[in-house]
């Protein structure tokens, strides 16, 4: 590296340049990295918090928004109890309202019906869990629109009034909608249209006759991986695992399309560009290099020498960027699904690097090919 | 330092040809020489004449196509490719026109660069320096050096490693009158005091005065020059 520190040194006005297009590029992925955990989260935290393995949908159901599109009774729901390797089988219904607390907060929520003592019951941060028929456990960032406990939340239209119970730990949002956690039979009640202006009672559920929800959420037994497809032929279900279940939740797949394309894209235009900068670079001290390999210095020695200045210039302003960008996401405004997490912009940046490195390494591979007689003769 | 009974560089019949079918040219013509450890040879003739293969050739940087090369006893064309890089490094010393050093390198990382090819970490770039007149100016770079200047460097630089053989590229080529004498001077200099060979392809007749043995090339073939200085 001595060659190459000197000549970071001496050329430092080209090398600046070079990085601060570098660091402008690792400001950009770090910025999407966020973004795309962002929308992830808002999208599907609700879902990635669920314990199941598992959702069965009713059979042909369309693949997107398939939560709420889809209808399951009682026998799809028997069917996967009895099914080999499946620990648990419950029913659970999927919906979205929209409400508004007594202080006029308007507030849209991804109803989760769930069985009080089942597996999907959600651990509370604060408050009770799921258990009184008029009870709701609420997203966690609900908090800050000003939702506490005790708030009741009268639902447009039906004017039922539900009471905030408990808050989830952590985020659980369902296509961008803060989820609330009932009672399945109080989501049967609302969804049969059966229910009444008011908090829902103990007497309108038992005088009801609604054997459906919307999927099943199914637990594998530990280490097994069940043959969903034999139990959906019996069943007339359709069974998609849970990140294949992200899929069919509102928008989730074309914003996280979108996005890895960007980020794709950025990954190509930084190998090509750091590519076409060493191209330059080598070819402008071409005739440096016949020199030293005419003085004996071996092609290895100046390829490693070349990767080493390479790696530095892409280590320092990728990480030069990257702090930027981390800088800059922690100023985000909160309307923006933004989420800082360590490991997509870990590996954000090694990919910056690695593909800076290997333009970097095509490009400088010509030094290998470069004839020490140019060292003769002529100037340049 | 040197075996002095084992001739620096032997070339023997060497025939060299470059470029392809109608454009080939015999660059080297049967040449043969002897240049022993202590001694200064010029070279002088036209551009385009083959001072510059017979550099080539005398540095492993080429292979004739018949004939041999034997530096201080090695025959070159016995060696790979990477050994030949290596026996360079250790062997043979260039200078090149201008110097041809590298410009982000001040004079005293020049020589260094080149003691750490080879991998030799403890060089004296002080002694080495002063040697060539250059020590007052060990912390400049090539842009802020005079063509002289930079030549000297250039040669100290070629130094480095103790070389028993010295090939010297038109070193006066962007010299004015005055530097290039100072220049060969301190080649011969060198080459009386160290031992080490020198070899120097020039087309600059001025300087021959300091040099031991003069041959003369035309289109490749090496002879005594008609008009002897």
């Keep these: 590296m001595f060659l190459a520190l000197r000549e970071l040194r001496f050329a430092r006005g080209r090398f600046a340049l070079m990085g601060t297009v570098i660091a402008l590029i690792s400001v950009l992925v770090v910025l999407l990295s966020g973004l795309s955990s962002g929308l992830v989260n808002d999208g599907v935290s609700g879902l990635k918090a669920l314990p199941a393995t598992a959702f069965a949908f009713d059979e042909g159901t369309m693949k997107d928004n398939a939560f709420s599109r889809s209808v399951v009774d009682d026998d799809q729901l028997a069917a996967w109890h009895d099914a080999d390797g499946i620990a648990e089988a419950e029913p659970m219904g999927v919906n979205i309202v929209n409400g508004v607390t007594a202080d006029g907060i308007q507030v849209d929520l991804t109803l989760f019906g769930i069985e009080p003592d089942g597996f999907l019951a959600p651990a509370v941060s604060t408050g009770r869990g799921v258990g009184a028929v008029d009870g709701i456990v609420v997203s966690e960032p609900l908090r800050e629109q000003g939702i506490e406990l005790g708030t009741v939340v009268t639902l447009d239209r039906l004017d039922v009034e539900l009471t905030v119970v408990g808050f989830t730990q952590g985020q659980a949002t369902f296509g961008h909608v803060d989820v609330a956690y009932l009672p399945l039979d109080t989501w049967r009640l609302l969804a049969a249209g059966a229910s009444e202006p008011g908090a829902p009672t103990r007497q309108q559920i038992d005088s009801l006759d609604f054997p459906f929800a919307s999927v099943v959420a199914l637990l594998a037994e530990d280490g097994v991986s069940p043959d969903f497809a034999a139990t959906d032929d019996s069943a007339g279900t359709t069974t998609m695992t849970l990140t294949e279940a992200f899929n069919a939740s509102p928008g989730y797949e074309a914003e996280t399309l979108t996005l890895s394309m960007i980020q794709i894209f950025l990954y190509a235009i930084c190998a090509l560009v750091v590519g076409a900068f060493f191209t330059v670079w080598t070819i402008q001290r071409s005739h440096d290099i016949a020199v030293l390999r005419a003085m004996g210095a071996s092609s290895r020695y100046l390829l490693r020498d070349s990767l080493a200045q390479a790696a530095i210039l892409l280590v320092s302003f990728t990480a030069i960027g990257v702090a930027a960008g981390v800088g800059m996401g922690a100023a985000m405004p909160d309307a923006m699904p933004f989420a800082l997490e360590l490991e997509p912009i870990a590996l954000a940046s090694c990919l910056t690097i690695g593909l800076g490195l290997l333009g970097a390494a095509v490009a400088v591979v010509r030094i290998a090919r470069i004839d020490p007689l140019r060292a003769l003769g002529g100037q340049r | ?229």
Excluded: W
């Excluded at chain 2, 004939?67 to 090149?96: P, Q």
């Excluded at chain 2, 020590?135 to 490693?161: C, D, W």
């Design chain 2, 1 to 229: 330092m040197n075996d002095v009974t084992t001739s620096a560089l032997e070339v023997a019949n060497a025939v060299l040809e470059l470029g392809d079918g109608d454009s080939r040219v015999r660059a080297l013509d049967d040449v043969s020489l002897t240049v022993m450890p202590g001694e200064l040879l010029a070279v002088v003739g036209p551009s385009g004449s083959g001072k510059s293969s017979l550099l080539a050739i005398s540095g492993a940087l080429a292979r004739p196509d018949s004939g041999t090369v034997r530096v201080h006893g090695t025959e070159l064309s016995a060696l790979s490719k990477s050994a030949a890089t290596r026996f360079r490094l250790r062997n043979i010393g260039f200078v090149f026109q201008s110097g041809n050093l590298l410009p982000s390198l001040t004079a005293t990382d020049q020589l260094r660069l080149a003691g750490r090819l080879a991998g030799n970490r403890r060089i004296d770039t002080h002694a080495l320096l002063d040697s060539v007149g250059m020590a007052h100016r060990a912390g400049h770079r090539p842009g802020q050096l005079s063509g002289g200047e930079r030549q000297r460097v250039g040669i100290a630089r070629a130094l480095v490693n103790a070389p028993s053989l010295l090939l010297v590229d038109e070193p006066t080529a962007a010299l004015d009158r005055r530097r290039s004498h100072e220049v060969v001077q301190l080649l011969a200099e060198r080459a009386h005091g160290s031992g080490v060979a020198v070899v120097m392809v020039t087309h600059d007749r001025d300087v021959l005065e300091h040099c031991d043995r003069v041959l003369e090339m035309i289109d490749g073939r090496l002879g005594v020059p008609a008009l002897q200085h």
